[in-house]
């Protein structure tokens, strides 16, 4: 004799397993509920508790996982600061700890969230300092070994157990403190069967339930009755009992065996065998709350076509795209809307064909019933028969929405430039300001640098989180006087990173200083922007020449010369004097990177000076005069003298070479004069030999500015 266990059929898929009806299977095969309510829930997180159970994962799920085993936290601490300025240490964290993801063999691991943000990408790359290794839950794998050194011979190796475990992860970018992490466990199950999930009951051969359209599931603990009404509230089944064990199989949708004859009715009750209509179910399924795999698992909500605000919600700890679970929705809730036919038949003995879980037909009758279950007396058997519709295919079209997901970026090689800027007017004017630009696009960690000196890492005490705006120019850039702003001038550049941004500017905040770019070791400002895809811009509305660096306008700049904007992302360094410094992000696999210091003396050098003149004096001899410029001072204002910002206002002049001049001269104020006599003494003895001037500074000597010649009297 064999019972019917109907979890589910139309209308009822919802409802609660059914009773075993018989004894011929003990109710502790598959246990009895304990446990209500639904187990979907938002993106849960990771957590350490005794007692917790640790999933079974069938597919591809993302799961919050359950801390193992930890260490201490680890400080480390850095202290910069060097002659004449205050001592700073900070500090840092890190930590070794092992998750578990799955009470099952998995196949691998994909993306692990760190407070919602990438911790680890599809690529298997770490965004912040630190190792993971993971641990398949096979059953002859050995003790990891940071946690067999920790704990000696009392080390597990947790066979069966998925876990993963990390080593040294840095914790800087989440606030010196374990993140809440949540792991993207793929158990390689290929397609579902809810056989799979029944692992350990004893099933009929052949019983086979496809969860079709299921890409992943977790199976969070409890009995197995627990499991079934889940999984038969989306996807209805037949269950029976027999002494083989259970047997399970989809929901017919056709007749397969013809009912016998109908007893009519009993002796005092001669009514022949009447179908009964039941009302619509106003909780019929309307919607499905799932976990969407196109929105990183977050969970989503389908509706059924036609459903209306009316109806259930079914919550669903399962993972579907966004079309299979419209499907599954309207499947269901076309189900639920013609189930409504019931049936009492009595037949004089029992037969195979209509045994709980067939589908028969009445001879004359089109309609297909499925034997829900039957009753057995002295005057015949009582079969229960529910009508089946037949299926029609539902075709739906879903959208999963939009959804605010982390960019997954492949860290990028590590890049850094080290610059010696011209005095901006702020702080000290005889101390170096220098400047590096750290880039490295798709981590989180920060690159920390050092001073090298000889042999040795100097540590600076600074990191930066790696968001310099560096890249290359794609084109020549060609020689500028410098003089006036130059509207139609354009040049593109490549940037390191495709996320990096520029931006356009009006005349106003250009010659405030916005936007201002380093191209070899020119300084100049651009107005507009235009991305060209990629990484590519294109940038028009030139002032070049700017902060004194005219003299490399003029000389212009080939395609593949290296670019830097200057904003806030610039690190500014300390004023020891390295010539090279190294930058290194800690991220596995990543090595050291090392920068020379370029326009060394930029900060201390004295600007060249301007607008050149020749006159004659009363006696005709040549004057040549100029217009100082100091550091620091770069706006002309109306009325007032530029600050000298030198101890001592100094000039050198010199005929011929700069290096080796055949004559020199120094003079205190912004001009100067030479006899006639020995000025075309000079120029008959050298023909073809330049006049020139440089500023002479407390710390250095600006470059020379050329002087006309005087015309010939």
């Known amino acids: 004799m064999a019972t019917l266990i109907l979890s589910a059929v139309g209308t009822a898929v919802g409802g609660p397993i059914g009773a075993l009806v018989g004894r011929s299977v003990d109710s502790r095969i598959i246990g009895r509920p304990s446990r209500k309510g639904s187990r979907l829930t938002e993106l849960a ?15 591809k799920m993302r799961v919050p996982g359950a801390i193992v085993w930890a260490t201490d936290l680890q400080e480390s601490s850095e202290t910069s600061g060097g002659k004449g300025q205050p001592r700073t240490t900070t500090y840092s964290y890190a930590i070794s700890f092992a998750v578990a993801l799955s009470s099952r063999p998995i196949a691998g691991m994909g993306r692990v969230w760190a407070d919602g943000s990438l911790l680890r990408g599809a690529a298997g790359d770490l965004k912040v300092g630190g190792t993971m290794r993971l641990y398949r839950g096979v059953g002859d794998e050995a003790a990891d070994p940071l946690i067999a050194a920790a704990l000696g011979s009392q080390a597990g190796a947790f066979r069966g157990l998925a876990y993963a475990v990390f080593e040294n992860l840095e914790l800087a970018s989440f606030g010196n403190r374990i993140p809440a992490l949540s792991f993207e466990v793929d158990a390689g199950d290929g397609a579902l069967d809810l056989v799979d999930l029944l692992d350990d009951v004893m099933l009929v051969p052949g019983a086979s339930v496809p969860l079709d359209g299921l ?47 109908a007893i009519v009715g009993r002796v005092e009750d001669r009514a022949l065998p009447a179908v009964t209509h039941r009302p619509i179910n106003p909780d019929a399924p309307a919607a499905l709350r799932y976990y969407d795999s196109a929105r990183d698992y977050q969970p989503s909500v389908q509706r059924a076509p036609g459903s209306g605000a009316q109806g259930t919600t079914l919550e669903f700890a399962g993972v579907f795209g966004a079309g299979d679970a419209k499907s ?20 004089a003995e029992p037969t195979l064909g209509c045994a709980p879980g067939q589908a028969v037909f009445r001879t004359g009758d089109a309609r297909s019933w499925l034997v829900s279950g039957w009753e057995w007396h002295s005057g015949g058997v009582d079969l229960m028969l529910q009508r089946i519709a037949a299926r029609r295919p539902v075709g739906a079209v879903a959208d999963p929405g939009t959804a605010s997901v982390p960019n997954d970026t492949i860290p990028g090689t590590l890049r850094l430039r080290y610059f010696e800027m011209p005095w901006d007017g702020t702080g000290a004017g005889n101390v170096a300001q220098r400047y590096a630009a750290v880039s490295q696009t798709g981590s989180r960690t920060s690159v920390t640098l050092s001073g090298v000196e000889y042999d040795s890492l100097i540590p ?19 020689p500028s006087p410098a003089l006036i702003f130059e509207p139609d001038a354009t040049f593109g550049i490549a940037l390191s990173s495709e996320q990096a941004q520029l931006q356009s500017v009006d005349e106003r905040a250009l010659l405030d200083g916005a936007n201002r770019l380093r191209i070899g070791e020119e300084i100049l400002q651009f107005r507009f922007a235009e991305p060209l895809g990629d990484g ?60 020379q210091l370029e326009s060394a003396g930029a900060t201390l050098r004295p600007l060249a000076p301007v607008h050149p003149s020749v006159c004659a004096t009363p006696a005709g001899d040549p004057e040549w005069r100029w217009i100082r410029r100091a550091r620091g001072s770069w706006r002309w204002l109306d009325a007032v003298d530029a600050p000298l910002a030198e101890e001592r206002e100094a000039y050198r002049i010199g005929f011929g070479p700069v290096a080796a001049p055949f004559a020199q001269w120094e003079a205190t104020s912004a001009s100067f004069s030479l006899p006639a006599a020995r000025w075309a003494e000079l120029q008959a003895a050298h023909p073809g030999a330049q006049i020139w001037v440089n500023q002479a500074g407390s710390h250095a000597i600006s470059l020379p500015t050329l002087l006309p010649f005087p015309l010939p009297a």
């Open 460 to 478: 600076l005490g600074l990191s930066s989180r790696g968001s310099a705006v560096l890249g290359e120019s794609t084109v020549d850039l060609a």
């Open 215 to 261: 890409t992943g599931f977790a199976d969070e603990g409890g009995t197995r009755a627990d499991l079934l009404e889940h999984i038969s509230g989306v996807f209805p089944h037949i269950s029976t009992a027999t002494e083989q064990g259970i047997g399970m199989a989809p929901v017919p949708d056709t007749a397969s065996s013809v009912l016998p004859p």
């Open 328 to 347: 599954r929705i309207a499947e269901l809730h076309q189900n639920a809307l013609s189930l409504r036919e019931w049936l009492s038949y009595r037949i």
């Open 45 to 59: 997180v990771t957590t350490s508790s005794y007692g917790q159970p640790i999933p079974r994962i069938f597919g």
């Open 536 to 595: 590519h811009w294109m940038l028009r509305g030139l002032l070049r020449g700017r902060g004194g660096t005219e003299h490399l306008a003029a000389s212009g700049h080939p395609a593949g010369s290296s670019v830097v904007l200057l904003d806030r992302q610039l690190l500014a360094l300390p004023s020891d004097n390295y010539d090279e410094v190294c930058g290194e992000s800690g991220l596995a696999g990543s090595a050291p990177v090392y920068a």
